[in-house]
């Protein structure tokens, strides 16, 4: 820990930090990835794949 946990002894006031500290660094290094705008074209290629499926169904 660093020196902030000098000031904050409850473990509770670290748990939301812990959290985010772990879900930033499982996606972070994606947004770095050489690939990067490749997934992301491929990830919105889906969505509006997915939003038109059910765009079509409602007007259908």
Do not use: C, Q
Not at 1 to 8: A, E, F, G
Not at 9 to 28: F, M, Q, Y
Not at 37 to 46: D, I, K
Request: charged share 30%.
């Amino acid at each position: 820990m660093t020196d902030l946990s000098r000031l904050v002894v409850d473990p509770a006031a670290w748990a939301p930090i812990h959290k985010i500290v772990g879900t930033l660094d499982k996606a972070l290094p994606g947004n770095f990835a050489a690939d990067y705008a490749e997934r992301l074209e491929a990830a919105r290629h889906r969505l509006r794949t997915a939003t038109g499926s059910l765009t079509e169904e409602r007007d259908g």
